[in-house]
């Protein structure tokens, strides 16, 4: 399979502080990587999709100021969570999409990021 | 678009038994069906996948079967094990994926 790594894995901040969340593929380049939260006992809700050197595309309600995302390389986008207030504590993981072979097709997901804001 | 429906929501099944978790889906072009297993605490991770030019697929003690017609799909884990224990997500993916609302399985030793 392919490797897909999240930092940092857990978070706490004061409320009004941004946080930001790196998200790396390992062993293959990802031409699209996905944000996603998740609450507790729940579903994975897709934030927002990014392919690398082109502006993130955010699923409705999603807030593009408050989650600013950048897919700079074909290795590494971030997520940033802007003056973070408690409701958006939660659970936040990225995948990531590559063009190795068959991993054409497969999302390959990080290990998650815990976010406490205070 | 794409709408993925998951039963069971719970599972629970005692060791050694088979689980099985079913899956639909409504959209006829979706071409790609992934599972994934997420532990507490942990991201989802790909256990087994299908293509829709496969009818079924095995590996080990998991294994995915998938009907185009009645558009639906299927994952089998037999002799269950403790660790087995788990939510599991199933997926179909057209332009983009579309997840199922996930199965919390538990292995009862």
């Known amino acids: 399979g392919a490797v897909v790594s999240q930092h940092p894995s857990w978070v706490i901040c004061k409320s009004g502080t941004s946080v930001k969340i790196e998200c790396r593929s390992l062993?293959?380049?990802?031409?699209?990587m996905f944000w996603y939260r998740q609450f507790p006992k729940q579903s994975l809700m897709l934030m927002a999709t990014?392919?690398?050197?082109?502006?993130?595309?955010?699923e409705q309600g999603v807030e593009k100021d408050k989650f600013l995302i950048n897919h700079a390389s074909l290795t590494l986008s971030t997520l940033t969570v802007t003056s973070a207030h408690p409701e958006d504590s939660s659970f936040y993981i990225c995948?990531?999409?590559?063009?190795?072979?068959?991993?054409?097709?497969?999302?390959?997901f990080g290990p998650g990021t815990r976010l406490t804001v205070l | 678009g794409e709408n993925v429906e998951q039963h069971p929501s719970t599972l629970s099944v005692q060791e050694g038994d088979s689980a099985v978790i079913k899956c639909t889906y409504s959209d006829s072009a979706s071409n790609y069906f992934p599972w994934y297993k997420q532990e507490l605490g942990k991201g989802p991770q790909l256990i087994i996948d299908i293509r829709s030019n496969v009818g079924e697929k095995k590996d080990q003690r998991i294994a995915v079967t998938l009907n185009k017609t009645a558009k639906h799909f299927s994952l089998h884990i037999t002799e269950t094990q403790p660790e087995d224990s788990a939510v599991y997500f199933c997926?179909?993916?057209?332009?983009?994926?579309?997840f199922g609302t996930g199965t919390s399985l538990t292995v009862i030793p």
């Open positions: 062993d293959f380049q990802a031409t699209t």
């Open positions: 995948s990531a999409q590559g063009r190795k072979r068959r991993i054409t097709d497969t999302q390959y």
């Open positions: 990014s392919n690398e050197g082109s502006k993130a595309t955010y």
């Open positions: 997926a179909a993916k057209t332009s983009q994926f579309y």
